[in-house]
């Protein structure tokens, strides 16, 4: 019997057996695999929209996004144990790269953010530390006791705070708040008490003033801005005003993609990036926003499976710690663009414009990955 006669006599169920043999043994989860495209997928065509229908820019993008599937590849073939191993080595190189960048950084934009070698493109030390962070502090509490005594957890706080802190000097607050709201998913998982969250809550709440009084002119601007954007609608209060009138003119279904008037007419700022869900709001209404949320939604339900299923303690806190981060982008940017958060920069995952922070996100899902499909040890 020739190949092709063979394969014409499997039974469906046997086919699919077989492709999913074919995905595990490259470590790829077909659910998580499919949502990711299903979710990128949808990104593209709004982002078509919002780029004004620029082929060449959309086409930048699609080879950005296969640049960083091709890294969730790769990453979800490293072994888990080899991940906690150099989890403290990863973390050391973030935080000298994180110390260079205020040194000898390359500035933009009133920014100093990127580190420049020659020869190769700049890149943001940053972005890495958005992985370091859950992996030292998973790999941190897995090899003591949970849940973690109150000496455990305030030397978690001082892996936490740390990198966030260089971060925030660059200043770049958006990745800052990822940073730290990574290493604090961890944490969390880790089963500390409730009150001890209820009392870092209180405390934060309390140094709010202390907070305020070390801010940069611009982000306390930003503060004043989300309390009340009518008060400078031509200024500081342009983009919000601008994403809530986006937002509120698509209805129940939209204008109809393509027909959006505040992108297209250059009324929304930043609407292939930051603001592209009220790109999304305007041109496909309240049901095109749901259906990237159920998207969203069912990935982050995946994700914290997965993170029930790890083979040891490091493993369900680190796929947790990610899944939980991945929350973290999306709730920021749609509270952010909503009016809910000041605005800090943070771009819809999988969604907006840009190769960073895609390749960042699918690196982490490639960890999750990993932790899907290695096979967990055998009992004694």
């Given at each position: 019997?020739?190949a092709?006669d063979?394969r014409?006599?499997?039974?469906?169920?046997?086919?699919f057996a077989r492709?999913?043999?074919w995905?595990?043994r490259?470590?790829l989860d077909?659910?998580?695999?499919?949502?990711?495209?299903?979710t990128?997928?949808y990104?593209?065509?709004i982002?078509?929209?919002?780029?004004?229908r620029?082929v060449?820019a959309l086409?930048?993008?699609i080879?950005?996004l296969?640049v960083?599937?091709?890294?969730?590849v790769?990453v979800?073939?490293i072994?888990l144990?080899?991940?906690?191993?150099?989890?403290?080595?990863i973390?050391?190189?973030g935080m000298?790269?994180?110390v260079l960048?205020?040194?000898?950084?390359?500035?933009?934009?009133g920014a100093?953010?990127?580190?420049?070698v020659?020869?190769?493109p700049?890149?943001?030390p940053?972005?890495?530390m958005?992985?370091a962070?859950?992996?030292m502090?998973?790999?941190?509490?897995?090899?003591?006791p949970?849940?973690?005594?109150g000496?455990?957890?305030l030397?978690v706080?001082?892996?936490?705070?740390?990198?966030?802190?260089?971060?925030?000097l660059q200043?770049?607050?958006?990745?800052a708040i990822?940073?730290?709201a990574?290493?604090?998913a961890v944490?969390?998982?880790?089963?500390?008490?409730w009150r001890?969250?209820?009392?870092?809550?209180?405390a934060?709440?309390?140094?709010l003033p202390g907070?305020?009084?070390?801010?940069?002119?611009?982000?306390?601007?930003?503060v004043?801005?989300?309390?009340d954007?009518?008060?400078d609608?031509?200024?500081?209060g342009?983009?919000i005003i601008?994403?809530k009138?986006?937002i509120?003119?698509g209805?129940?279904f939209?204008?109809?993609?393509?027909?959006g008037?505040?992108?297209?007419?250059n009324?929304?700022?930043?609407?292939?990036?930051d603001?592209?869900i009220?790109?999304?709001a305007e041109?496909?209404?309240?049901?095109g926003?749901l259906?990237?949320?159920t998207?969203?939604f069912?990935?982050?339900?995946r994700g914290?499976y997965i993170a029930?299923?790890g083979r040891?303690?490091f493993?369900?806190?680190?796929?947790?710690?990610?899944t939980?981060?991945?929350?973290?982008y999306?709730f920021v940017?749609?509270a952010m663009?909503?009016?809910?958060?000041?605005v800090?920069?943070v771009p819809?995952p999988?969604?907006?414009?840009?190769?960073?922070s895609?390749?960042?996100?699918?690196?982490g899902?490639?960890v999750?990955?990993?932790v899907?499909t290695q096979?967990k040890?055998?009992?004694?």
């Amino acid at each position: 019997m020739s190949a092709a006669d063979f394969r014409r006599t499997l039974r469906p169920t046997d086919r699919f057996a077989r492709r999913q043999l074919w995905l595990r043994r490259f470590h790829l989860d077909l659910p998580l695999v499919a949502l990711i495209l299903l979710t990128a997928g949808y990104g593209l065509l709004i982002l078509y929209s919002a780029l004004d229908r620029d082929v060449v820019a959309l086409q930048g993008q699609i080879s950005r996004l296969a640049v960083a599937l091709g890294v969730m590849v790769v990453v979800a073939q490293i072994d888990l144990a080899v991940l906690q191993r150099w989890a403290p080595v990863i973390y050391g190189l973030g935080m000298v790269m994180l110390v260079l960048v205020l040194l000898v950084g390359v500035q933009a934009k009133g920014a100093q953010r990127w580190l420049g070698v020659p020869g190769l493109p700049r890149f943001q030390p940053s972005e890495l530390m958005k992985l370091a962070v859950p992996l030292m502090v998973a790999a941190f509490l897995a090899d003591r006791p949970l849940p973690p005594t109150g000496k455990t957890v305030l030397q978690v706080l001082a892996m936490i705070a740390a990198p966030a802190l260089l971060i925030a000097l660059q200043p770049d607050l958006g990745t800052a708040i990822l940073v730290a709201a990574a290493g604090f998913a961890v944490v969390l998982l880790a089963g500390i008490p409730w009150r001890w969250v209820f009392f870092a809550g209180f405390a934060g709440l309390a140094a709010l003033p202390g907070l305020w009084m070390v801010m940069r002119d611009y982000q306390r601007q930003r503060v004043l801005t989300l309390i009340d954007p009518e008060s400078d609608p031509l200024g500081a209060g342009w983009n919000i005003i601008q994403s809530k009138i986006a937002i509120g003119s698509g209805g129940l279904f939209g204008k109809g993609l393509f027909e959006g008037t505040q992108s297209h007419l250059n009324f929304l700022p930043e609407s292939h990036t930051d603001f592209i869900i009220a790109v999304l709001a305007e041109e496909l209404g309240f049901l095109g926003v749901l259906g990237l949320l159920t998207l969203y939604f069912l990935l982050l339900t995946r994700g914290l499976y997965i993170a029930t299923q790890g083979r040891d303690g490091f493993s369900r806190l680190l796929a947790g710690g990610l899944t939980l981060t991945f929350f973290t982008y999306l709730f920021v940017n749609v509270a952010m663009v909503s009016g809910l958060l000041p605005v800090v920069g943070v771009p819809l995952p999988l969604v907006s414009y840009g190769g960073t922070s895609a390749l960042t996100l699918l690196a982490g899902f490639g960890v999750l990955m990993a932790v899907a499909t290695q096979p967990k040890p055998l009992a004694a």
